[in-house]
């Protein structure tokens, strides 16, 4: 009698096999959808259901209270950036919602699709967070150390940079930021690829391949190691599940990924890249010894190329110094680059700036 009252306020059983004992978990259909779309990191989904599961035996829990707005539903915080929205009834847990936590720590953001819009004071915010598709023509995937707001503001230079002003709406790809370290182990995984992808990175490739099966256009831009998910997103998608992705087009911004690499990857796919494929400063240590683009470009040797190769030596330090240390002003790899003159004119800005400021407080 149980079941056939919940089933007619919408709510169906979790699993039937887990009903046999303790309270019985039920849960709505679109709950359900939204777990199968928005929870594919195995770690991330491992220790959620765990502690989903956990209420069968103990609904009352330490990590759940009241809803502050509604007094008969209780709020549970699953695992860090993760709410459940539940009412218990005659022994049965119902689930009326999960979601992410937009006000969660920044430390403990999560993957995930924004959509980003322009404000009329020409400042960008995002309209719509933890999105289940792609729901824009552009999407942006944002490099290491951006926490969300960071990447909702930098991304939106690098997007408008590739494709054009006129952009004032994209989705963002969101990488969250562990640390310097974790960020970079991450990236490193990425790139021995196999085993070690990361869970991430598996994600994305399925935010690529559903926006394939919807048959239509995608123009992305990657920026540092989001140029490392992209590549090996799509060297994941390839090898699992080997279908086209021809509807996508991609430019990558200052990329840590290996691009005469790239390139064979997003070519067995049937991805195409715009212009000329990337952007990046030759004093930038990321793409020119991280991405050793430097290295591989000397396949096609001009002049270009050959200083690009002398100079990567020196570019570890005006690129990874001022990325760790100085902030976006001097670094060559965190602004699209537009050419060496219009660089050395943000530097020399950036320093005269921290001159002035030194002076107001000696004087």
């Known amino acids: 009698m149980q079941n056939a009252l919940l089933h007619s306020q919408g709510y169906v059983p979790f699993h039937p096999s887990l009903n046999n004992a303790g309270y019985q978990l039920f849960i709505k259909p679109e709950v359900l959808e939204f777990l199968n779309r928005s929870i594919q990191d195995d770690y991330t989904g491992l220790s959620f259901f765990k502690k989903l599961l956990s209420l069968r035996s103990n609904p009352r829990n330490l990590d759940s209270g009241q809803h502050k707005n509604k007094p008969h539903i209780h709020r549970m915080h699953a695992i860090d950036g993760i709410l459940v929205d539940y009412k218990i ?7 009326d919602k999960i979601q992410y936590n937009p006000q969660a720590n920044k430390k403990h953001e999560l993957p995930g699709l924004h ?31 951006n926490n969300r707001e960071i990447a909702t503001k930098l991304m939106q230079k690098h997007i408008r940079d590739a494709y054009g002003d006129h952009i004032d709406r994209f989705t963002l790809f969101h990488n969250p930021t562990i640390n310097v370290l974790g960020d970079t182990f991450e990236s490193f995984r990425d790139k021995v690829g ?15 391949d559903d926006v394939q099966k919807e048959d239509r256009s995608l123009k992305s831009v990657a920026h540092s190691q989001g140029a490392i998910i992209y590549s090996q997103g799509v060297n994941y998608h390839n090898k699992t599940k080997g279908t086209l992705l021809d509807k996508h087009t991609v430019y990558f911004q200052a ?20 212009k000329d494929g990337h952007n990046a400063n030759p004093l930038d240590a990321v793409p020119q010894v991280i991405g050793m683009n430097s290295i591989t470009d000397m396949r096609k040797p001009n002049i270009k190329n050959i200083a690009r190769l002398l100079v990567m030596p020196l570019s570890v330090v005006p690129g990874l110094a001022p990325l760790s240390f ?25 320093l005269k700036g921290s001159a002035e400021k030194l002076l107001k407080r000696i004087i």
Request: charge should be positive; glycine fraction near 10%; charged fraction near 20%.
């Open 115 to 145: 959509i980003v819009q322009k404000r009329s004071d020409d400042t960008w915010q995002i309209d719509k967070a933890y999105t289940s598709k792609v729901e824009t023509e552009y999407l942006a995937v944002n490099g290491q150390s």
């Open 255 to 274: 990329p840590g990924a290996n691009m005469l690499v790239t390139k064979r990857i997003l070519d067995k796919a049937g991805i195409r890249l715009h």
């Open 89 to 95: 009834e005659s022994g049965c847990v119902c689930i």
């Open 326 to 350: 100085a902030g976006p002003e001097l670094s060559p790899h965190t602004y699209p680059h537009q050419g060496l003159k219009n660089y050395g004119k943000q530097v020399g800005n950036a």
């Open 194 to 208: 196999g085993k070690l992808t990361n869970n991430m990175t598996k994600r994305f490739a399925k935010v690529l």
